[in-house]
Structures are given as structure tokens and as C-alpha cells.
């Protein structure tokens, strides 16, 4: 049976290790990942629940407003919770002769700075997944492989009418969509949609090899 795609289309298959953690687990990827993997699959469906629908509310709240309106609403929200239950305790406490202290004194003790060590191992990941874009835009701008660049614009040629259609605030609603319901698919129908995507990428494979054939310049280089 054919592993699922699991790879950009511009990118060679080579490029790829074998002990890449495929789409339905969580392999040896960091916490994170795996807090975004169980999210993704449902495994805690509260938890998702309120994340997919905060989420979905930001995004249909920026289809409407503007950013700074949302931004600005959110706060005076957070604002109005807070005040409201601080000036609550506070009156309860003068009635009562109580000495609960501040509502929030557990919050407002929690240790929220950022460590040098914590702050650098982030920026070394981001720098890394920058780097490695920057070289991807690199070979595709640069026709590095032809067939990859091709490929490139094809997706950007589609692009135009997608934008022509869409916004981006609706693709952005359309992708949570999608993040949320096809992860949950695929783990149940795993067996089906591995077999059906096998053999678009066999196709798939077979007309490349067929046009590279035909136009020998189309040719990858083999590695050295």
C-alpha cells in the first residue's frame, strides 16, 4: 500500500528522509507538535472544540471588521470581565470584613518571562524553517530543476483565480476548516485514501518520467 503524500509537490522525493513521522502520529516530534497533533485529531474534544471555535470566531470577526476593531473589542471584553470581578471582590470583601485579597494574585504571580535559553532555541527553529524556504524560493526562482519550477507555476497560474474568487480571511476560514475535519477523515478511512492517493502519484510519476523522456533537457541530474 502507498504511504500518503506526505511531501511539497515542488520538492524532490530525495529530499526527504525515510524516518520522516508520516500524518497520523506524532513520531518523535517535540511537544508542540504533538499538542497540535492531538488537537488536530480530536483526541481531547474539548479542548479542540474551544480552540476551533475561538479560532473560527477570530477569523469570521476579521471577515467583517477590520483587525484593529477586533483587536480593540477583545480587549475591552478581556477589560470588562476583569474589572467587573476585581470591583465584585473588592465590594465583597468591604461588606464582609474579608481578607481574600486580589482575584487574580495567583495570575499575577506566575513567572511569564521569556529565558535567554528558551528564546534562543526558538529563534535557532525559526532561522532554520527560514533558511530552508529561502533556499526552496531559490532553486524554484532560479529553475534549479525545471520540472519543480513548472510545477511552481502551475500552483501560482491556479492561485490567480482562487484570488480572483476568494479572500484571503476566507481561504484562512476555509484552511481551519479543513485542519480540523480531514485529519479525523483520513485516521478513519486511512486504508482507502492511502490507495487512491498511490495511485495519482504512480500517474502522477509515470507522465513526468513520460514528458522528461520526451525532452531530455527536462531531465534531473542523478546524484554524484
Not at 500524518?23 to 511537544?31: E, F, K, Q, T
Not at 529561502?134 to 510545477?151: A, G, I, N, Q, T
Not at 482507502?192 to 509515470?206: L, N, P
Request: overall charge positive; hydrophobic content about 50%.
Amino acid at each position: 500500500m502507498a504511504d500518503p503524500v506526505t511531501q511539497s509537490p515542488f520538492v524532490s522525493s530525495s529530499a526527504f528522509s525515510s524516518g520522516q513521522p508520516q500524518l497520523g502520529g506524532c513520531g518523535g516530534a517535540g511537544s508542540a507538535s504533538c499538542a497540535a497533533h492531538d488537537l488536530l485529531f480530536w483526541r481531547d474534544a474539548r479542548k479542540t472544540g474551544v480552540v476551533f471555535g475561538a479560532s473560527l470566531l477570530l477569523l469570521l470577526s476579521l471577515a467583517v471588521l477590520s483587525a484593529i476593531s477586533v483587536v480593540a473589542h477583545l480587549a475591552l471584553a478581556l477589560l470588562s470581565v476583569t474589572i467587573s470581578l476585581r470591583v465584585y471582590k473588592a465590594v465583597v470583601q468591604a461588606i464582609q470584613k474579608s481578607e481574600e485579597g486580589h482575584p487574580f494574585r495567583a495570575y499575577l504571580e506566575l513567572d511569564v518571562t521569556l529565558s535567554q535559553e528558551t528564546f534562543q532555541a526558538h529563534a535557532a527553529t525559526v532561522a532554520l524553517h527560514l533558511n530552508q524556504a529561502l533556499r526552496l524560493l531559490l532553486r524554484l526562482f532560479l529553475v534549479e530543476d525545471l520540472v519543480d519550477s513548472l510545477k511552481l507555476v502551475m500552483a501560482m497560474w491556479v492561485l490567480t483565480y482562487v484570488g480572483a474568487v476568494f479572500n484571503g480571511i476566507t481561504l484562512l476560514i476555509l484552511a481551519e476548516l479543513l485542519a480540523f475535519t480531514l485529519p479525523p477523515l483520513y485516521e478513519k478511512y486511512k486504508v482507502q485514501i492511502d490507495h487512491y492517493v498511490g495511485i495519482a502519484r504512480r500517474q502522477t510519476k509515470d507522465l513526468v518520467d513520460k514528458i522528461q523522456a520526451k525532452l531530455p533537457g527536462l531531465a534531473k541530474k542523478k546524484p554524484e
